[in-house]
């Protein structure tokens, strides 16, 4: 936990934060913080380390960075059909700016307080720009959306536009801003203010057989499924999602299909679905008003296959987002 | 969660690392591990940030950084009297380096072991080395020892031979090694490997009114126990522990006293204790076979007095570590 003049640090801008709680007996102060988990379920946890320059750029907005560190660890409970509860927070600055700790706390309390979290520890250190993330939340017994369970057969789904994070990035790394109503602009909010699907995550509980989030991109993503289902897939490269903005900033189909199958940190998510339940996909779709995309089916065979329109299978090479290469 | 090359790198040396618990359904490899808290117990979260340079040497063996990044957080389990459970780890690295993360890797997972502490999840970058560790424990409801319920007239204990570490610490900045049998071989390895004190701890609950451990130096943190049981203290000046190794590495009695009560990173326990539980620590001393000192009492009377062998109230002036000041 952290103390003295770190801890009054913390304790000005981030005591509070978020939403209250009659789970957390005792929050941020303390050596731990001491919290009821409701009985008869499971603890899901997930932590996220976040640097600057590597997973989001040096100019990005305080307050899209604070939406951001809590946004990809809900995404992890999302993706795991669970309802957060909990979050800790770990922050290494090379300065106690006061300006910049004000927008990276309204940022993440916003975004908090909509999911109904409760900041309940955290540690502050002068350093490089890192933050560390650890999200909590509940799910019944059994109930978790894990990425082992998807069999042959199974429909393959993914929710929302992936790719437009990803296309914004290289034009953001070049300090690019674009207009207002652009393809960049719109991309860029996607890339700095992702939308952690965890209304969508907990719906598809009894629904999906698995699910994963996009941080490294589908063919990447897909990949730890498949290889933890142990069973492979064909996606149908016309039923990919590509936004109107993807393609713009892409500037071809090719191109936009390219970042959808390679680039991250999108936040969407990627799930299977047996036969009987892809009705309720639908259903689920009009009730959430989330575009959620059928983009193939898993197959025992194994290894990832690429269908064209013309029915030709084409290679399914592209690696995932990499936080090692550059 | 940690994905692709990472991930295969935290697969490598740290699937299955720490005990094996029946209460992890699921641990590293998804995008949320799924545990199973014991029904009618609080959880106790505590998580901290280690930075090379600020809260180690750069010179530390990793396998040293490995053991005190896991210790910090089970002492912090250990102040609240929590029995530790569940870890999650973050790693920003400068580069993959295999023999570096083996001899972490076996440093965490001794620890672990010893504490029964199961590695669930966890997220590794490339960044300027920093370590986040955060760990989960049980205590039942109401049990815990909080900073908040010390009450005047009770009694301040100290563990084991705190101020070594502090006193260590300026030589191995300057790059200096003990000879073998040395005070600064000995107060260095206190620096590196510091005992949390989780067995106390446990036993402490119903008998320590409040605790906390030592992280910031005895001054700083008797003061945070102090503002939150809104009370004061007078310490005996007499009655502090000073090793030998301690007088022999600071140089004098004077000095070994200001280290003890400035320097930080000792992580033995600070607690009070009601007069009628006054003869329950004589007897814990025996059982865990650790000095337990009687170094001061409670008051009503806000603020902390030093009182000398005279009888003279001394100035109490001495600031706690900070990790933004240098």
Redesign the interface.
């Known amino acids: ?1 952290a ?4 801890f009054a ?1 913390i304790q000005r801008h981030f005591a509070r934060l978020g939403a209250a709680r009659r789970d957390v ?2 929050g941020v ?9 409701p ?1 008869g379920q ?10 600057a320059g ?2 989001f750029p040096h100019d990005t907005p305080a307050h899209a960075v604070g939406h951001k560190a809590l946004a990809v660890n809900l995404s ?2 999302a ?2 059909g ?1 309802e957060p509860a ?1 979050v ?5 600055l090379p300065e ?1 700016d006061d300006h910049w700790l004000e927008g990276f706390a309204k940022g993440f309390a916003a975004l908090a307080e909509q999911h109904e979290v409760a900041l ?9 720009l ?1 933050i ?1 993330v ?1 999200v ?2 509940f ?1 019944e ?1 059994g109930a ?1 959306l ?3 369970r998807a069999r042959p057969g199974d429909a393959l789904y993914v929710s929302g536009w992936p790719g437009e994070a990803a296309a914004a990035l290289p034009h953001r790394l070049r300090g690019e801003r674009g207009g207002a109503g652009s393809a960049l602009t719109h991309c860029s909010a996607r890339l700095d203010y992702p939308t952690p699907r965890v209304g969508l995550g907990h719906a598809l509980r009894g629904v999906a057989s698995a ?3 996009l ?2 991109g589908l063919h ?2 897909l990949g ?1 499924i498949l290889e ?1 289902s142990h069973c492979g897939a064909t996606l149908e490269l016309e039923a990919l999602p590509l936004s109107t903005q993807l393609i713009a900033l892409t500037g071809s189909v090719e191109a936009a299909r390219t970042t959808l199958l390679r680039g991250g940190d999108d936040y969407e998510l990627l799930f299977c679905v047996p036969p009987r339940n892809e009705e309720e996909v639908h259903w689920l779709a009009e009730r959430l008003r989330l575009p959620l995309h059928r983009i193939g089916t898993l197959e025992p065979q194994s290894g990832l296959r690429l269908r064209g329109a013309d029915g030709q299978i084409h290679s399914a090479e592209g ?7 550059h």
């Open positions: 936990m103390q003295s003049p770190e640090l007996t005792l102060g303390d050596d731990c913080a001491l919290l009821t988990p009985p499971q603890l899901a946890v997930s932590m996220d380390l976040l640097l590597r997973h992890d409970l993706a795991m669970a909990w800790t927070l770990g922050l290494s106690v309940v520890g955290g540690d502050t250190v002068r350093g490089p890192a560390s650890q909590h939340g799910v017994l978790a894990r990425r082992d699910a994963i989030d941080s490294d990447g993503d730890h933890q690696g995932s987002f990499d936080h090692f290469s």
